[in-house]
């Protein structure tokens, strides 16, 4: 599991590659939560793209990053899942609360 | 071991009205197409092989109730609520005149209200040969079983009740030897504490955990609970709200969800899972939904080459051999 940010646009572009359960999680948190931290006012969007599958762990890791954004103005969007992970995020209901978009250029591209 | 659901609705009990009995009768008369059914069993067979659960059943709305019967003299069973009428009839039937004198084990999880508002209605109480021993973490159980039945919420006060009572408390991380079970117990988050329990005889375990809630703030602690259900052959889970409602709007309700049951089973090597305490407003239709989608996200997060884990849905009435 390995987090990369970049910036594009102003928005910080977050690509997390491979896969997030007990294992991971606390590295996941240990990576995503920072860029959080440090994009206040700011969107973040969670490039899924080089994720095969993400457990509640990880799921809830996304969700604690969501929380702490809230305080910071930062509003997070979901991008590019495969279909289990797209699967994944509608059986947890996490598409009723994050912004789910097939790709990153179209996460960008939303307002 | 044989598990036997009396009642697996969370929070309040519930029942279909006569518009949504109307409608399962629409949707199985509209499934049947006109056929003509020379027989009884053709009938049956019809409704068995071809109508999905929700059509041909119900999950049923009595509150949590759950019998461990390891085919010993002693009664073990899960909570008191509504669902312990039906139990408490339904001893008496399979005791018949033998009934006389019975041990009535019941282990309590906590004691918020749908957890034993059915012990009001629990006839074997009436009986002053039997004896009802309450097993559990709090304190205070004598106490609120006896503010229950105090004018003006119940007509019939606890004392009215004949049969002999005993209160043992339990402690988390504790095993005890009770009614040929191995019991140990484990602490849960909820409010005012509640407590799972894992049973084991002869080889078999079934663990059951509800209104225990996996919150975010707690996500170190998941391990303790890995280990609690370490190779059972089923854990009964609370279910009652998906991942997203459980940790945004009813985070701290003390509840958990499908997603966490499933992979803390799939930690812990659990040869079932079986959903349990399912939310109130949902009807038949809606929890065999959610159902499905829990074993799909099993097979979705199923490590290669590991074995499946099987998820059963509770309903009222449901038998399963352990």
């Not at chain 1, 994720?51 to 929380?67: C, D, E, H, P």
């Not at chain 2, 105090?150 to 009614?179: H, T």
């Amino acid at each position: 599991m390995e987090c990369n940010t970049e910036t594009i646009d102003g928005v910080a572009v977050v690509h997390l590659s491979g896969d997030v359960d007990m294992r991971s999680a606390n590295a996941f948190e240990a990576q995503f939560l920072p860029v959080i931290e440090s994009s206040a006012g700011k969107r973040v969007v969670l490039d899924l793209a080089g994720t095969r599958y993400m457990s509640s762990v990880g799921l809830r890791v996304i969700m604690k990053a969501a929380q702490a954004g809230r305080q910071l103005d930062v509003t997070l969007a979901l991008a590019g899942p495969n279909e289990d992970m797209r699967e994944i995020i509608q059986i947890s209901r996490f598409d009723k609360i994050f912004p789910v978009h097939d790709s990153v250029a179209a996460a960008l591209a939303a307002e | 071991m044989k598990i036997r659901i009396w009642g697996c609705r969370g929070s309040l009990p519930t029942a279909p009205n006569a518009r949504e009995v109307r409608g399962k009768v629409v949707q199985a008369l509209a499934m049947a197409g006109g056929r003509t059914f020379e027989s009884p069993a053709a009938i049956e067979q019809f409704v068995d092989a071809e109508l999905e659960f929700p059509l041909r059943g119900t999950y049923g709305g009595e509150s949590s109730c759950v019998e461990i019967d390891g085919g010993g003299e002693e009664f073990v069973v899960c909570d008191m609520g509504s669902g312990l009428r039906e139990f408490g009839l339904d001893s008496i039937r399979r005791t018949g005149s033998e009934g006389d004198g019975r041990v009535y084990n019941i282990f309590l999880s906590h004691l918020h209200w749908d957890h034993i508002m059915g012990f009001p209605f629990f006839t074997p109480a009436f009986n002053p040969a039997n004896t009802i021993r309450f097993h559990g973490g709090h304190e205070s159980i004598e106490a609120v079983l006896r503010r229950q039945q105090e004018d003006p919420c119940f007509p019939v006060p606890l004392d009215w009740m004949q049969a002999k009572f005993e209160f043992n408390r339990v402690r988390p991380g504790e095993s005890y030897e009770i009614a040929g079970f191995r019991v140990s117990v484990v602490e849960q988050h909820h409010h005012g504490l509640s407590y799972g329990y894992r049973f084991e005889e002869a080889g078999r375990s079934v663990v059951y955990s509800t209104d225990s809630e996996h919150n975010l703030e707690q996500m170190d602690q998941e391990q303790r609970f890995v280990d609690f259900f370490a190779n059972a052959d089923m854990v009964i889970f609370d279910t009652m709200y998906s991942l997203g409602d459980a940790i945004t709007i009813k985070q701290d309700w003390g509840h958990s969800s499908n997603i966490v049951a499933v992979d803390l089973c799939q930690l812990a090597g659990v040869r079932r899972l079986c959903m349990f305490h399912h939310e109130p407003i949902h009807n038949d239709r809606m929890i065999h939904d959610v159902f499905l989608e829990t074993v799909r996200y099993e097979e979705l997060v199923r490590r290669e080459g590991a074995e499946p884990l099987q998820v059963l849905c509770a309903y009222d009435g449901m038998e399963i051999e352990i």
